[in-house]
Protein backbone atom coordinates (compact mmCIF):
# COMPACT_ATOMS: atom_id res chain seq x y z
CA UNK A 1 0.00 0.00 0.00
CA UNK A 2 1.00 3.36 -1.07
CA UNK A 3 2.49 5.33 2.10
CA UNK A 4 0.31 8.11 1.20
CA UNK A 5 -3.00 6.67 1.81
CA UNK A 6 -2.14 6.80 5.27
CA UNK A 7 -1.68 10.20 5.53
CA UNK A 8 -4.11 12.34 7.94
CA UNK A 9 -5.30 15.95 6.74
CA UNK A 10 -2.96 17.55 9.38
CA UNK A 11 -0.12 17.04 6.67
CA UNK A 12 0.26 20.61 5.47
CA UNK A 13 -1.23 21.11 2.51
CA UNK A 14 1.91 23.10 0.75
CA UNK A 15 3.62 19.98 0.48
CA UNK A 16 3.36 18.37 -3.03
CA UNK A 17 1.76 15.23 -2.74
CA UNK A 18 3.35 11.88 -3.70
CA UNK A 19 2.87 10.92 -7.09
CA UNK A 20 0.84 7.88 -6.39
CA UNK A 21 -0.92 8.99 -3.21
CA UNK A 22 -4.22 11.05 -3.47
CA UNK A 23 -4.70 14.92 -3.60
CA UNK A 24 -4.15 16.11 -0.06
CA UNK A 25 -7.24 18.05 1.62
CA UNK A 26 -9.59 15.57 -0.31
CA UNK A 27 -11.67 13.35 1.72
CA UNK A 28 -10.25 10.30 2.75
CA UNK A 29 -10.58 7.44 0.58
CA UNK A 30 -13.29 4.95 0.81
CA UNK A 31 -12.78 1.29 1.85
CA UNK A 32 -13.86 -1.37 -0.06
CA UNK A 33 -13.86 -5.15 1.12
CA UNK A 34 -13.03 -8.21 -0.83
CA UNK A 35 -15.96 -9.96 -2.35
CA UNK A 36 -15.88 -13.50 -1.74
CA UNK A 37 -17.30 -14.86 -4.90
CA UNK A 38 -15.83 -18.34 -4.64
CA UNK A 39 -17.25 -18.77 -1.31
CA UNK A 40 -20.95 -17.30 -2.62
CA UNK A 41 -20.79 -19.94 -5.62
CA UNK A 42 -19.95 -22.61 -3.02
CA UNK A 43 -22.85 -21.69 -1.08
CA UNK A 44 -25.22 -22.00 -4.26
CA UNK A 45 -23.82 -25.24 -4.63
CA UNK A 46 -24.26 -26.56 -1.26
CA UNK A 47 -27.60 -25.01 -1.23
CA UNK A 48 -28.71 -26.65 -4.48
CA UNK A 49 -28.05 -29.80 -3.10
CA UNK A 50 -29.36 -29.70 0.29
CA UNK A 51 -32.45 -28.31 -1.54
CA UNK A 52 -33.28 -32.05 -3.47
CA UNK A 53 -32.05 -33.62 -0.23
CA UNK A 54 -34.93 -32.31 1.61
CA UNK A 55 -37.48 -32.77 -1.42
CA UNK A 56 -36.52 -36.81 -1.94
CA UNK A 57 -36.68 -36.84 2.19
CA UNK A 58 -40.14 -35.07 2.12
CA UNK A 59 -41.67 -36.59 -1.67
CA UNK A 60 -41.02 -40.35 -0.33
CA UNK A 61 -43.65 -41.60 1.00
CA UNK A 62 -41.99 -44.65 3.09
CA UNK A 63 -41.46 -42.22 5.57
CA UNK A 64 -45.06 -42.41 6.42
CA UNK A 65 -44.62 -39.00 8.39
CA UNK A 66 -48.92 -39.28 9.42
CA UNK A 67 -47.77 -42.84 11.19
CA UNK A 68 -44.66 -40.62 13.10
CA UNK A 69 -47.04 -38.08 13.92
CA UNK A 70 -49.80 -40.74 14.90
CA UNK A 71 -47.29 -42.66 17.23
CA UNK A 72 -45.10 -39.51 18.91
CA UNK A 73 -47.11 -38.47 21.47
CA UNK A 74 -48.42 -42.29 22.44
CA UNK A 75 -48.27 -43.84 26.19
CA UNK A 76 -45.61 -46.40 24.84
CA UNK A 77 -43.50 -43.57 23.45
CA UNK A 78 -43.88 -41.16 25.98
CA UNK A 79 -42.83 -44.02 28.98
CA UNK A 80 -40.07 -45.23 27.46
CA UNK A 81 -38.98 -41.51 26.67
CA UNK A 82 -38.94 -40.97 30.49
CA UNK A 83 -37.46 -43.96 31.03
CA UNK A 84 -34.54 -42.86 29.09
CA UNK A 85 -34.23 -39.69 30.47
CA UNK A 86 -34.61 -40.98 34.16
CA UNK A 87 -31.48 -43.52 33.02
CA UNK A 88 -29.72 -40.71 31.47
CA UNK A 89 -30.09 -38.33 34.40
CA UNK A 90 -28.98 -40.83 37.50
CA UNK A 91 -26.28 -41.97 35.31
CA UNK A 92 -25.20 -38.52 34.92
CA UNK A 93 -25.32 -37.94 38.43
CA UNK A 94 -23.99 -41.46 39.92
CA UNK A 95 -21.56 -41.28 36.99
CA UNK A 96 -20.13 -38.12 37.90
CA UNK A 97 -20.16 -38.21 41.51
CA UNK A 98 -17.81 -41.94 41.21
CA UNK A 99 -16.13 -40.15 38.84
CA UNK A 100 -15.40 -36.84 41.10
CA UNK A 101 -13.85 -39.19 43.85
CA UNK A 102 -12.14 -41.14 41.06
CA UNK A 103 -10.62 -37.68 40.02
CA UNK A 104 -9.55 -36.80 43.72
CA UNK A 105 -8.13 -40.29 43.94
CA UNK A 106 -5.99 -39.85 40.63
CA UNK A 107 -4.68 -36.63 42.15
CA UNK A 108 -4.06 -37.98 45.88
CA UNK A 109 -0.30 -38.79 47.26
CA UNK A 110 -0.73 -41.93 47.97
CA UNK A 111 0.19 -44.14 45.44
CA UNK A 112 -2.64 -47.31 46.29
CA UNK A 113 -5.26 -44.52 46.24
CA UNK A 114 -3.74 -43.02 42.47
CA UNK A 115 -2.96 -46.74 41.53
CA UNK A 116 -7.18 -48.23 42.21
CA UNK A 117 -8.19 -45.24 40.17
CA UNK A 118 -5.85 -45.26 37.17
CA UNK A 119 -6.59 -49.28 37.14
CA UNK A 120 -10.52 -48.59 37.55
CA UNK A 121 -10.61 -46.11 34.11
CA UNK A 122 -8.39 -47.96 32.43
CA UNK A 123 -10.29 -51.29 33.05
CA UNK A 124 -13.83 -49.59 32.41
CA UNK A 125 -12.97 -47.68 29.68
CA UNK A 126 -11.27 -50.73 27.70
CA UNK A 127 -14.72 -53.20 27.53
CA UNK A 128 -17.09 -52.05 24.96
CA UNK A 129 -20.55 -50.35 27.09
CA UNK A 130 -22.46 -53.53 25.22
CA UNK A 131 -20.18 -55.84 26.08
CA UNK A 132 -20.15 -54.06 30.09
CA UNK A 133 -24.22 -54.63 30.29
CA UNK A 134 -23.89 -58.34 29.39
CA UNK A 135 -21.51 -59.30 31.83
CA UNK A 136 -23.71 -57.64 34.64
CA UNK A 137 -26.70 -59.18 32.92
CA UNK A 138 -25.41 -62.71 33.50
CA UNK A 139 -23.62 -61.99 36.66
CA UNK A 140 -25.83 -64.42 38.25
CA UNK A 141 -23.74 -67.41 36.71
CA UNK A 142 -20.63 -66.15 38.53
CA UNK A 143 -22.68 -64.64 41.83
CA UNK A 144 -25.63 -66.98 42.24
CA UNK A 145 -27.20 -65.25 45.44
CA UNK A 146 -25.81 -61.72 46.52
CA UNK A 147 -26.89 -60.44 50.48
CA UNK A 148 -28.60 -63.54 50.82
CA UNK A 149 -30.95 -62.85 47.72
CA UNK A 150 -31.21 -64.44 44.49
CA UNK A 151 -28.96 -62.55 41.78
CA UNK A 152 -31.47 -62.40 39.12
CA UNK A 153 -34.30 -60.43 41.36
CA UNK A 154 -31.44 -58.14 43.10
CA UNK A 155 -30.50 -57.43 39.69
CA UNK A 156 -33.64 -56.95 37.55
CA UNK A 157 -32.87 -54.96 34.15
CA UNK A 158 -33.24 -51.47 34.94
CA UNK A 159 -30.99 -51.89 38.34
CA UNK A 160 -28.26 -53.26 35.54
CA UNK A 161 -28.89 -50.75 33.03
CA UNK A 162 -28.22 -47.86 35.95
CA UNK A 163 -25.13 -49.63 37.33
CA UNK A 164 -23.75 -50.70 33.90
CA UNK A 165 -24.00 -47.07 32.50
CA UNK A 166 -22.74 -45.38 35.70
CA UNK A 167 -19.48 -47.29 36.20
CA UNK A 168 -18.95 -46.77 32.51
CA UNK A 169 -19.68 -43.12 32.79
CA UNK A 170 -17.25 -42.90 35.60
CA UNK A 171 -14.18 -43.62 34.10
CA UNK A 172 -15.47 -40.99 31.15
CA UNK A 173 -16.49 -38.11 33.89
CA UNK A 174 -12.88 -38.86 36.53
CA UNK A 175 -10.94 -37.69 33.29
CA UNK A 176 -12.99 -34.72 32.40
CA UNK A 177 -13.03 -34.00 36.55
CA UNK A 178 -9.35 -34.78 36.76
CA UNK A 179 -8.67 -32.48 33.95
CA UNK A 180 -10.87 -29.61 35.83
CA UNK A 181 -9.20 -29.58 38.64
CA UNK A 182 -5.43 -29.46 36.94
CA UNK A 183 -6.74 -26.70 34.80
CA UNK A 184 -7.20 -24.52 38.25
CA UNK A 185 -3.99 -22.79 39.36
CA UNK A 186 -2.61 -24.24 42.17
CA UNK A 187 -1.95 -21.20 43.97
CA UNK A 188 -5.80 -20.91 44.48
CA UNK A 189 -5.23 -23.78 46.62
CA UNK A 190 -2.19 -22.74 48.63
CA UNK A 191 -4.15 -19.09 49.16
CA UNK A 192 -6.96 -21.85 50.77
CA UNK A 193 -4.45 -23.30 52.89
CA UNK A 194 -3.03 -19.94 53.96
CA UNK A 195 -6.61 -18.93 55.31
CA UNK A 196 -7.76 -22.53 56.78
CA UNK A 197 -9.83 -23.28 54.94
CA UNK A 198 -9.72 -27.51 54.87
CA UNK A 199 -9.59 -30.07 52.63
CA UNK A 200 -13.18 -30.91 51.69
CA UNK A 201 -14.39 -27.04 51.67
CA UNK A 202 -11.23 -26.68 49.24
CA UNK A 203 -12.51 -28.52 46.72
CA UNK A 204 -16.40 -27.62 46.95
CA UNK A 205 -15.96 -23.59 47.17
CA UNK A 206 -12.95 -23.05 45.32
CA UNK A 207 -11.42 -25.47 43.34
CA UNK A 208 -14.11 -27.31 42.17
CA UNK A 209 -16.29 -24.04 41.24
CA UNK A 210 -13.49 -22.98 38.91
CA UNK A 211 -12.65 -26.16 37.65
CA UNK A 212 -16.26 -26.13 36.25
CA UNK A 213 -15.33 -23.96 33.76
CA UNK A 214 -13.28 -26.67 31.81
CA UNK A 215 -15.45 -29.51 33.00
CA UNK A 216 -19.15 -27.86 31.55
CA UNK A 217 -18.32 -28.42 27.94
CA UNK A 218 -16.94 -31.98 28.03
CA UNK A 219 -19.63 -33.04 30.92
CA UNK A 220 -22.36 -31.43 28.35
CA UNK A 221 -20.56 -33.73 25.23
CA UNK A 222 -21.11 -36.63 27.77
CA UNK A 223 -24.50 -35.72 28.70
CA UNK A 224 -25.81 -35.69 25.15
CA UNK A 225 -23.62 -39.09 24.50
CA UNK A 226 -25.00 -41.09 27.55
CA UNK A 227 -28.81 -39.84 26.80
CA UNK A 228 -28.01 -41.74 22.98
CA UNK A 229 -26.14 -44.08 24.68
CA UNK A 230 -28.76 -45.50 27.28
CA UNK A 231 -30.22 -46.98 23.69
CA UNK A 232 -27.86 -49.86 24.18
CA UNK A 233 -29.58 -50.91 26.58
CA UNK A 234 -32.55 -51.94 24.54
CA UNK A 235 -30.58 -54.80 24.14
CA UNK A 236 -31.17 -56.08 27.62
CA UNK A 237 -34.66 -55.37 27.38
CA UNK A 238 -34.77 -52.49 29.17
CA UNK A 239 -38.10 -50.15 28.54
CA UNK A 240 -36.21 -47.37 27.12
CA UNK A 241 -37.18 -45.31 24.27
CA UNK A 242 -35.57 -47.13 21.63
CA UNK A 243 -36.74 -50.24 22.96
CA UNK A 244 -40.42 -49.14 23.48
CA UNK A 245 -40.59 -47.83 19.06
CA UNK A 246 -38.96 -51.69 18.39
CA UNK A 247 -41.61 -53.22 19.97
CA UNK A 248 -43.93 -51.42 18.23
CA UNK A 249 -42.81 -52.44 15.17
CA UNK A 250 -42.43 -55.54 15.74
CA UNK A 251 -45.71 -56.01 15.67
CA UNK A 252 -46.53 -53.25 13.09
CA UNK A 253 -43.51 -53.78 10.79
CA UNK A 254 -43.58 -49.81 10.38
CA UNK A 255 -39.82 -50.07 10.80
CA UNK A 256 -38.93 -46.80 9.30
CA UNK A 257 -41.59 -44.30 10.78
CA UNK A 258 -40.88 -45.66 14.41
CA UNK A 259 -37.40 -45.27 14.41
CA UNK A 260 -38.07 -42.10 13.26
CA UNK A 261 -40.67 -41.09 16.14
CA UNK A 262 -37.39 -42.37 18.28
CA UNK A 263 -34.91 -40.01 16.09
CA UNK A 264 -37.22 -36.95 16.73
CA UNK A 265 -37.42 -37.31 20.05
CA UNK A 266 -33.45 -37.56 20.58
CA UNK A 267 -33.14 -34.64 18.38
CA UNK A 268 -35.88 -32.65 20.69
CA UNK A 269 -34.20 -33.46 24.21
CA UNK A 270 -30.31 -33.31 22.73
CA UNK A 271 -31.77 -29.63 21.21
CA UNK A 272 -32.82 -28.57 24.72
CA UNK A 273 -29.41 -29.83 26.45
CA UNK A 274 -27.56 -28.16 24.37
CA UNK A 275 -29.51 -24.86 25.17
CA UNK A 276 -29.39 -25.64 28.86
CA UNK A 277 -25.61 -26.30 28.51
CA UNK A 278 -25.23 -22.74 27.19
CA UNK A 279 -26.82 -21.31 30.22
CA UNK A 280 -24.79 -23.30 32.58
CA UNK A 281 -21.73 -22.49 31.05
CA UNK A 282 -22.66 -18.78 31.57
CA UNK A 283 -22.80 -19.05 34.93
CA UNK A 284 -19.56 -20.84 35.53
CA UNK A 285 -17.77 -17.93 34.08
CA UNK A 286 -18.69 -15.46 37.02
CA UNK A 287 -16.01 -13.48 37.55
CA UNK A 288 -14.07 -14.05 34.13
CA UNK A 289 -13.46 -11.37 31.69
CA UNK A 290 -16.44 -9.76 30.15
CA UNK A 291 -18.74 -11.65 32.06
CA UNK A 292 -20.82 -10.53 35.50
CA UNK B 1 18.00 -9.24 72.56
CA UNK B 2 14.95 -6.89 72.22
CA UNK B 3 12.86 -6.44 75.55
CA UNK B 4 9.93 -7.40 73.85
CA UNK B 5 8.67 -11.44 73.29
CA UNK B 6 9.39 -13.09 70.51
CA UNK B 7 6.35 -13.15 67.77
CA UNK B 8 8.98 -15.33 65.23
CA UNK B 9 11.41 -18.02 66.78
CA UNK B 10 12.88 -19.76 63.89
CA UNK B 11 15.54 -22.02 64.68
CA UNK B 12 18.74 -23.82 62.29
CA UNK B 13 15.79 -24.06 59.97
CA UNK B 14 17.11 -26.31 56.24
CA UNK B 15 15.12 -27.22 53.58
CA UNK B 16 16.16 -29.19 50.22
CA UNK B 17 14.11 -29.40 46.82
CA UNK B 18 16.19 -32.52 45.99
CA UNK B 19 19.67 -31.75 45.79
CA UNK B 20 19.11 -28.20 46.32
CA UNK B 21 19.59 -27.00 49.10
CA UNK B 22 17.32 -24.00 49.42
CA UNK B 23 17.40 -22.92 53.11
CA UNK B 24 21.20 -23.84 54.95
CA UNK B 25 20.15 -23.44 58.64
CA UNK B 26 18.30 -20.21 59.47
CA UNK B 27 17.68 -18.44 62.94
CA UNK B 28 15.42 -15.44 62.96
CA UNK B 29 13.68 -13.67 65.82
CA UNK B 30 11.24 -11.30 65.00
CA UNK B 31 9.40 -9.13 68.01
CA UNK B 32 6.30 -8.24 68.52
CA UNK B 33 4.72 -5.22 66.96
CA UNK B 34 7.95 -4.64 64.16
CA UNK B 35 8.54 -4.99 60.95
CA UNK B 36 11.01 -6.89 58.88
CA UNK B 37 11.76 -6.35 55.64
CA UNK B 38 13.80 -9.42 53.48
CA UNK B 39 15.97 -8.46 50.97
CA UNK B 40 18.32 -10.57 48.35
CA UNK B 41 18.70 -12.24 45.42
CA UNK B 42 16.74 -14.12 43.47
CA UNK B 43 17.09 -17.56 44.64
CA UNK B 44 18.61 -17.51 47.95
CA UNK B 45 15.55 -18.79 50.04
CA UNK B 46 13.60 -15.85 50.90
CA UNK B 47 10.33 -16.72 49.86
CA UNK B 48 11.26 -20.54 51.04
CA UNK B 49 11.83 -19.40 54.64
CA UNK B 50 8.76 -16.97 54.17
CA UNK B 51 6.63 -19.96 53.18
CA UNK B 52 7.88 -22.25 55.83
CA UNK B 53 6.43 -19.69 58.67
CA UNK B 54 2.93 -20.81 58.13
CA UNK B 55 3.76 -24.55 56.86
CA UNK B 56 3.05 -24.35 53.31
CA UNK B 57 6.79 -25.29 53.20
CA UNK B 58 7.71 -28.47 55.39
CA UNK B 59 10.91 -27.59 56.98
CA UNK B 60 13.38 -30.50 56.79
CA UNK B 61 14.68 -29.73 60.47
CA UNK B 62 15.04 -27.14 62.83
CA UNK B 63 12.12 -25.30 64.34
CA UNK B 64 9.51 -22.47 63.38
CA UNK B 65 7.18 -20.51 66.27
CA UNK B 66 4.79 -17.96 66.34
CA UNK B 67 4.27 -16.71 69.10
CA UNK B 68 4.89 -19.35 71.44
CA UNK B 69 3.84 -22.15 69.23
CA UNK B 70 5.91 -24.88 66.99
CA UNK B 71 3.84 -24.68 64.16
CA UNK B 72 3.37 -28.15 62.00
CA UNK B 73 4.78 -30.16 64.46
CA UNK B 74 4.92 -31.05 68.10
CA UNK B 75 7.45 -32.06 70.07
CA UNK B 76 8.04 -34.89 71.91
CA UNK B 77 11.34 -35.39 73.62
CA UNK B 78 13.64 -35.31 71.10
CA UNK B 79 11.10 -35.85 67.97
CA UNK B 80 8.82 -33.11 66.19
CA UNK B 81 6.20 -34.99 64.76
CA UNK B 82 3.94 -33.25 62.03
CA UNK B 83 0.93 -31.92 62.95
CA UNK B 84 -2.39 -33.53 62.03
CA UNK B 85 -3.66 -30.78 58.37
CA UNK B 86 -6.84 -29.61 60.95
CA UNK B 87 -4.19 -28.47 63.65
CA UNK B 88 -1.92 -27.03 60.96
CA UNK B 89 -5.20 -24.77 59.34
CA UNK B 90 -5.84 -23.83 62.64
CA UNK B 91 -2.59 -22.01 63.27
CA UNK B 92 -2.60 -20.70 59.95
CA UNK B 93 -5.70 -18.85 60.81
CA UNK B 94 -3.57 -16.78 63.19
CA UNK B 95 -0.93 -16.21 60.13
CA UNK B 96 -2.19 -13.86 57.25
CA UNK B 97 -0.14 -14.44 54.18
CA UNK B 98 -0.20 -12.60 51.14
CA UNK B 99 0.94 -13.85 48.02
CA UNK B 100 3.20 -12.27 44.81
CA UNK B 101 0.12 -13.00 42.89
CA UNK B 102 -2.69 -12.19 44.70
CA UNK B 103 -4.67 -15.80 44.54
CA UNK B 104 -7.84 -13.83 45.13
CA UNK B 105 -11.07 -16.66 44.57
CA UNK B 106 -11.90 -15.22 40.76
CA UNK B 107 -15.47 -16.74 40.82
CA UNK B 108 -16.37 -15.07 44.33
CA UNK B 109 -16.94 -11.45 44.73
CA UNK B 110 -14.69 -9.04 46.71
CA UNK B 111 -16.64 -9.28 49.69
CA UNK B 112 -17.27 -12.78 49.72
CA UNK B 113 -13.12 -13.38 48.77
CA UNK B 114 -13.18 -11.62 52.96
CA UNK B 115 -15.78 -13.73 54.05
CA UNK B 116 -15.15 -16.87 52.83
CA UNK B 117 -12.16 -17.79 55.88
CA UNK B 118 -14.15 -16.23 58.58
CA UNK B 119 -17.33 -18.13 58.08
CA UNK B 120 -16.11 -21.81 57.51
CA UNK B 121 -12.33 -21.21 59.45
CA UNK B 122 -13.36 -19.68 62.57
CA UNK B 123 -17.62 -20.25 62.16
CA UNK B 124 -18.45 -16.71 62.34
CA UNK B 125 -21.89 -16.01 61.17
CA UNK B 126 -22.06 -14.80 57.54
CA UNK B 127 -23.56 -11.34 58.93
CA UNK B 128 -20.75 -10.66 61.22
CA UNK B 129 -18.18 -11.79 58.49
CA UNK B 130 -19.77 -9.32 55.85
CA UNK B 131 -19.60 -6.44 58.57
CA UNK B 132 -15.93 -7.06 59.50
CA UNK B 133 -15.24 -7.95 55.56
CA UNK B 134 -17.00 -3.64 54.90
CA UNK B 135 -14.75 -2.20 57.43
CA UNK B 136 -11.69 -3.80 55.87
CA UNK B 137 -12.47 -2.82 52.46
CA UNK B 138 -12.78 0.67 54.08
CA UNK B 139 -9.57 0.57 55.32
CA UNK B 140 -7.68 -0.17 52.15
CA UNK B 141 -9.80 2.12 50.13
CA UNK B 142 -12.03 -0.30 48.09
CA UNK B 143 -15.01 -0.15 50.19
CA UNK B 144 -16.90 0.83 46.97
CA UNK B 145 -15.39 -2.13 45.05
CA UNK B 146 -17.35 -4.93 47.44
CA UNK B 147 -19.78 -6.67 45.10
CA UNK B 148 -16.98 -6.08 41.96
CA UNK B 149 -14.98 -9.20 40.82
CA UNK B 150 -11.32 -10.11 41.34
CA UNK B 151 -10.95 -9.94 37.61
CA UNK B 152 -12.24 -6.30 37.66
CA UNK B 153 -10.15 -4.68 39.76
CA UNK B 154 -6.43 -3.74 38.84
CA UNK B 155 -3.59 -5.53 40.03
CA UNK B 156 -3.04 -3.13 42.88
CA UNK B 157 -6.74 -3.28 43.71
CA UNK B 158 -6.52 -6.65 43.52
CA UNK B 159 -3.45 -6.90 46.36
CA UNK B 160 -5.24 -4.59 48.32
CA UNK B 161 -8.05 -6.68 48.31
CA UNK B 162 -5.91 -9.61 48.91
CA UNK B 163 -4.50 -7.65 52.22
CA UNK B 164 -8.14 -7.41 53.43
CA UNK B 165 -9.18 -10.95 53.23
CA UNK B 166 -5.59 -11.76 55.21
CA UNK B 167 -6.60 -9.49 57.89
CA UNK B 168 -10.01 -10.44 57.86
CA UNK B 169 -8.71 -13.33 60.13
CA UNK B 170 -7.57 -10.98 62.80
CA UNK B 171 -3.90 -12.50 62.42
CA UNK B 172 -1.41 -11.94 64.94
CA UNK B 173 1.22 -12.02 62.27
CA UNK B 174 1.28 -10.79 58.37
CA UNK B 175 3.40 -12.56 56.20
CA UNK B 176 4.34 -10.65 52.53
CA UNK B 177 5.68 -12.23 49.70
CA UNK B 178 7.18 -9.82 47.25
CA UNK B 179 3.21 -7.75 47.34
CA UNK B 180 4.47 -5.59 44.65
CA UNK B 181 6.55 -7.89 41.96
CA UNK B 182 3.77 -8.42 39.68
CA UNK B 183 2.57 -4.69 39.79
CA UNK B 184 2.94 -1.95 36.85
CA UNK B 185 5.30 0.29 38.59
CA UNK B 186 2.66 2.87 38.78
CA UNK B 187 0.20 0.33 41.07
CA UNK B 188 2.94 -0.27 43.78
CA UNK B 189 2.44 2.85 45.67
CA UNK B 190 -1.07 2.23 46.63
CA UNK B 191 -0.03 -1.23 47.99
CA UNK B 192 2.95 -0.27 49.51
CA UNK B 193 0.71 2.58 51.16
CA UNK B 194 -1.60 -0.32 52.84
CA UNK B 195 1.04 -1.75 54.31
CA UNK B 196 2.66 1.22 55.84
CA UNK B 197 -0.78 1.58 57.44
CA UNK B 198 -0.56 -1.61 58.60
CA UNK B 199 2.91 -0.82 60.20
CA UNK B 200 1.79 2.41 61.77
CA UNK B 201 -1.16 0.17 63.30
CA UNK B 202 1.79 -1.73 65.14
CA UNK B 203 1.22 -5.44 63.05
CA UNK B 204 3.87 -7.64 63.27
CA UNK B 205 4.53 -8.32 59.94
CA UNK B 206 7.90 -9.39 58.02
CA UNK B 207 7.71 -8.97 54.11
CA UNK B 208 9.82 -10.02 51.18
CA UNK B 209 10.73 -7.30 48.69
CA UNK B 210 12.61 -5.69 46.31
CA UNK B 211 11.99 -2.34 47.61
CA UNK B 212 14.49 -1.23 49.42
CA UNK B 213 13.36 2.45 49.50
CA UNK B 214 10.23 0.97 51.32
CA UNK B 215 12.66 -1.67 53.82
CA UNK B 216 14.24 1.93 54.32
CA UNK B 217 11.25 3.51 55.31
CA UNK B 218 9.21 0.95 57.03
CA UNK B 219 11.37 -1.55 58.35
CA UNK B 220 12.36 -2.21 61.99
CA UNK B 221 15.08 -4.30 60.89
CA UNK B 222 15.75 -5.21 57.36
CA UNK B 223 17.33 -9.15 57.00
CA UNK B 224 19.78 -9.37 53.80
CA UNK B 225 19.87 -12.99 52.60
CA UNK B 226 22.25 -15.46 49.88
CA UNK B 227 22.23 -18.64 48.98
CA UNK B 228 19.89 -19.76 51.78
CA UNK B 229 21.86 -18.09 54.76
CA UNK B 230 21.00 -15.11 56.41
CA UNK B 231 23.85 -13.02 55.44
CA UNK B 232 23.60 -9.87 58.31
CA UNK B 233 20.54 -8.48 59.48
CA UNK B 234 20.14 -4.77 61.30
CA UNK B 235 18.22 -1.73 61.32
CA UNK B 236 17.85 -0.11 57.89
CA UNK B 237 20.31 2.80 58.58
CA UNK B 238 23.13 0.46 59.13
CA UNK B 239 22.38 -2.64 56.64
CA UNK B 240 21.66 -0.51 53.77
CA UNK B 241 24.10 2.72 54.34
CA UNK B 242 26.76 0.66 56.33
CA UNK B 243 26.54 -3.16 55.33
CA UNK B 244 29.55 -5.09 56.97
CA UNK B 245 28.96 -7.67 54.82
CA UNK B 246 31.05 -7.92 51.18
CA UNK B 247 28.08 -9.80 49.75
CA UNK B 248 25.21 -7.37 50.91
CA UNK B 249 27.31 -4.19 49.68
CA UNK B 250 27.79 -6.03 46.13
CA UNK B 251 23.86 -7.15 46.18
CA UNK B 252 23.16 -3.53 47.40
CA UNK B 253 25.18 -2.13 44.46
CA UNK B 254 23.40 -3.63 42.04
CA UNK B 255 19.73 -2.66 42.96
CA UNK B 256 19.96 1.06 44.70
Known amino acids: ?292 | MSPQPAMVEVRAVHKSFGPLDVLKGVDLRVAAGEVTVVIGPSGSGKSTLLRTLNHLEKVDSGTVAVDGTLIGYRRSGDRLYELREREILRQRTRIGFVFQDFHLFPHLTVVENLTEAPVSALGRSRKAATATALALLDRVGLADKADAYPRQLSGGQQQRVAIARALALEPKLLLFDEPTSALDPELVGEVLDVIKDLARRGTTMIVVTHEIGFAREVADTVVFMADGRIVEQGPPGQLLDAPREARTRAFLAKVL
Open chain 1, 1 to 292: MPSGTLRTPAVPSSAPPPADGPPTGAAPPRVVARRPLGQWAAAAVVLVLLGLVLRSVAGNDAFRWDLVAAYFLTTPVLNGLLLTLGLTAAVLVLGFALGTLLATMRLAANPVLRGVSAGYIWLFRSVPILVQLLFWFNIGALYPTLLGVRTVHLLAPPVIAVLGLTLHEAAYAAEVVRAGILSVDRGQTEAAQSLGLGRWRRLRRIVLPQAMRSIVPPAGNMLIGTLKGTSVVSMIAVNDLLYSVQLIYHRTYQVIPMLMVATVWYVIITSLLSVGQHYVERRYARGTAGAR
